[in-house]
């Protein structure tokens, strides 16, 4: 299999965007929005995906939502490039992420067939220094811009940074598990022959 790396850049009127993934790397994380707690739930991604992630994302007009979207689209299309044919891939995975008082659970097939649905339960309009509705935005251009099938449900929890963290969590989880590579699988891990 191919080294499953790929490099973004998204340049507009709005932000200037710089991403680079490595699948098959090692959770090491360098990230730079200037949004702390969209930086936190980045790393943590990396970390807990084992992908080598980079990003370098600046805002053009001063608007967080714009440079909050255009980060969650450009680290989605860099992981669905690297990602390739997706031959080989173990394909499908579920995780069940606790932090503290919150559970999420992610489920993910890695078909090139794009749906997700999200469930945050987030209460309070605002967690550290981003929006209820940014984080909502963030979690669905990266979702869309994933190219697979994605389910992400917030069971339950009291803390909105806790709930937060475990999806992210729980989706880095079921990534890493769907997209490594089955010594097994000797094509494309689809029935149709095509992903």
């Known amino acids: 299999m191919a080294p499953r790396k790929a490099s973004i850049n998204r340049n507009t009127k709005e932000t200037n965007v710089q991403v680079s993934v490595n699948i098959d790397g090692f959770g090491k994380t360098n990230i730079k929005t200037g949004i702390n707690f969209l930086d936190h739930l980045i790393v943590s991604f990396g970390k807990h995906g084992m992908m080598d992630l980079k990003i370098n994302a600046k805002s053009n007009d001063g608007i967080e939502h714009h440079l909050i979207e255009d980060t969650a689209i450009t680290l989605g299309q860099a992981i669905d490039k690297a990602l390739g044919s ?3 891939i173990t394909r499908f995975s579920y995780a069940s992420v606790p932090m503290d008082e919150s559970l999420s659970e ?12 999200s469930t945050l339960l987030i209460k309070r309009n605002k967690i550290e220094d981003v929006s209820k509705e940014d984080l909502e935005h963030f979690f669905q251009s990266l979702l869309q811009n994933l ?11 009291d803390n909105d940074h ?3 963290e ?4 729980s989706l880095a989880v079921a990534f890493r598990n769907a997209s490594t590579k089955d010594k097994k699988q ?3 891990p689809s029935t149709k022959g095509s992903m």
């Open 86 to 88: 997706r031959v080989g």
């Open 106 to 117: 992610a489920s993910i097939d890695l078909i090139k067939r794009p749906f997700w649905k």
């Open 147 to 157: 190219n697979s099938c994605i389910h992400l449900t917030v069971k339950y929890g």
């Open 162 to 164: 806790h709930k937060v």
């Open 166 to 169: 475990a999806a992210i969590k």
């Open 186 to 188: 000797k094509g494309i």
